[in-house]
């Protein structure tokens, strides 16, 4: 582990409405409100290019054109 790098954990990508159906019977679809997102996104293209695939997480490196030191 090194200063500056984050760890995204890799998740089973979930629709709302199967979660939703897990949590409780009582639900009700009320639509995508604004701002709202489908789908999010974990760890981006550039990161990517940066970062180390363990088994269960990425690992980010810090970019190197935003340290100060």
Same mark, same amino acid.
């Given at each position: 582990? $090194?200063?500056?790098? @984050?760890? *995204?954990? #890799?998740? #089973?990508?979930?629709? *709302?409405? +199967?979660?939703? #159906?897990?949590? &409780?019977?009582?639900? !009700?679809? *009320?639509? !995508?409100?604004?701002?709202?997102?489908?789908?999010?996104?974990?760890?981006? +293209?550039?990161? @990517?290019?940066? &970062? +180390?695939? !363990?088994? +269960? $997480?990425? *690992?980010? $490196?810090?970019?190197?054109?935003?340290? #100060? !030191?």
């Amino acid at each position: 582990m $090194r200063e500056g790098e @984050i760890f *995204v954990p #890799k998740m #089973k990508l979930y629709n *709302v409405i +199967d979660l939703a #159906k897990k949590i &409780s019977n009582n639900y !009700k679809i *009320v639509g !995508k409100r604004n701002g709202e997102k489908i789908i999010e996104t974990l760890i981006t +293209d550039e990161e @990517i290019g940066r &970062s +180390d695939t !363990k088994k +269960d $997480r990425w *690992v980010i $490196r810090p970019n190197k054109l935003g340290n #100060k !030191k």
